[in-house]
Structure formats: C-alpha cells, structure tokens
C-alpha cells in the first residue's frame, strides 16, 4: 500500500463507469502519480516469524510534462505457526514475494505502465486437513465443532523443504493516448492493454 494515493469503495452497480462485471460495487485502489511523490522514498520493516519487508517509490513532474513514476516492493515472512494444525506448521510462509510498478506519461497525450507481482507462497491452512491425516482434533471456528475432510497437504517440511510452493506471476502493460479534436471539451481516446497471469514452472504440492 506504500504506492496508494486513495481507496474508493461504491456500492451498487457501477457499470456505467467501470465495465459490465461492476455489479455489486466497486473498490478502486488509485496509485500515487510523480506530482504526488515528488522526490523518494524508501521503508524498511522487521517483525515477528521471520518477517522481513522493504519498499521503494520515486517520481517527479518535470516542467515540460514528462511525469514519471516508479515503485517497488519485497516481502519475505515465515509466517504464522498454527499448532492446532500441526505443531511444525509452516505453510503460511511467502518468499521474498516482489512487485514493480512503473508508469511514464507526458502532459495529457500519452501514459506508458508496467507492473509485475512475483509471489511464492505456502498453500496455507485452506487446504491442511489435520484430523485425519495426523490424528488431530478437527478445527473448528468459534468454539464449533470443525468438519473431517477426506485429503490433505502435510503442514510441514518434507525432505527439507517445504510442502507447497504457490508461485504466481501477474505481467501488465498498458499504453493510453488521448488528443484534443476540436478544443478540450471534444477529445479521443485509445488504449492498448496486456495482462498475463500464470503459474511458475516451480510450484509443486506434496
């Protein structure tokens, strides 16, 4: 959240503005443009469970429109040890996850974006069942009673390493021109938009 300006939430649909699948409501994350920045900064943090994080953001506007934009991120943590799962537990963990975000634009004729979010990560608890594949008692919520499932991911290092490794790549690139017809108030638009998720080649599951 250290590149954010401002987070919109609407309720209701908002398709007019923001496409046929706004339905139910929307929340919009608007990023800090140069002129926000307006210089650098740089975050370094540690906390518990082996936590490590840092963030960068730089931008400028210079005075002949060229506006610019960078920011980066990387986070790596152990995560949180639920011994209700297993007393090893170890699949909450994120690998030093990293996000790059870049935008360039000049005046109001043209924006060129990149970003990419690298996340290797544990399955988590969603998918660890420990009643009976440990002998556990089954997990419940709020003092209830949980439910038996037939499978389960082990919770723990297997072989030294860890059990799953969820690593997903999200690419995006973007390129926006806008130019007056007549005056400011009659102008057109045009946009070219690439996104690309996928799964690395390293992600496995015991």
């Given at each position: 959240?250290?590149?954010?300006?401002?987070?919109?939430i609407?309720?209701?649909?908002?398709?007019a503005?923001?496409?046929?699948n706004?339905l139910?409501?929307?929340?919009n994350i608007?990023t800090k443009?140069?002129?926000?920045?307006?210089?650098?900064?740089?975050?370094?943090?540690?906390?518990?469970?082996?936590?490590f994080?840092?963030q960068?953001?730089?931008?400028h506007?210079?005075?002949?429109?060229?506006?610019?934009?960078?920011?980066?991120?990387?986070y790596?943590?152990?995560?949180?040890?639920?011994?209700?799962r297993h007393?090893?537990?170890?699949?909450?963990?994120?690998?030093?996850?990293?996000?790059?975000?870049a935008?360039f634009?000049y005046k109001?004729?043209?924006?060129?974006?990149?970003?990419?979010?690298?996340?290797?990560?544990?399955?988590?608890?969603y998918?660890?069942s420990?009643?009976?594949?440990?002998?556990?008692p089954?997990?419940?919520?709020q003092d209830?009673?949980g439910?038996?499932?037939?499978?389960a991911?082990?919770?723990y290092?297997?072989?030294?390493?860890?059990?799953s490794n969820w690593?997903?790549?999200?690419n995006r690139?973007?390129?926006?021109?806008?130019?007056d017809?007549i005056n400011?108030?009659?102008?057109?638009?045009?946009?070219?938009?690439?996104r690309?998720t996928?799964i690395?080649d390293d992600?496995?599951?015991?």
């Amino acid at each position: 959240l250290h590149n954010v300006k401002r987070i919109e939430i609407l309720y209701g649909p908002a398709s007019a503005l923001y496409g046929a699948n706004a339905l139910n409501g929307i929340i919009n994350i608007i990023t800090k443009k140069g002129r926000d920045i307006n210089g650098f900064e740089y975050h370094s943090g540690i906390g518990t469970n082996h936590t490590f994080s840092n963030q960068f953001l730089a931008g400028h506007r210079l005075e002949n429109g060229l506006e610019y934009s960078l920011s980066a991120s990387l986070y790596k943590t152990d995560g949180p040890v639920l011994a209700e799962r297993h007393p090893e537990y170890s699949e909450s963990y994120v690998d030093k996850a990293y996000s790059i975000v870049a935008r360039f634009s000049y005046k109001k004729n043209l924006t060129v974006g990149f970003s990419r979010f690298d996340r290797p990560m544990g399955f988590g608890p969603y998918f660890n069942s420990p009643s009976n594949l440990y002998g556990l008692p089954k997990y419940g919520f709020q003092d209830r009673d949980g439910i038996s499932e037939g499978w389960a991911v082990p919770s723990y290092f297997v072989d030294n390493e860890h059990a799953s490794n969820w690593h997903s790549i999200n690419n995006r690139f973007f390129i926006k021109n806008e130019f007056d017809i007549i005056n400011e108030k009659i102008s057109l638009k045009s946009q070219f938009y690439y996104r690309n998720t996928s799964i690395a080649d390293d992600s496995y599951i015991w």
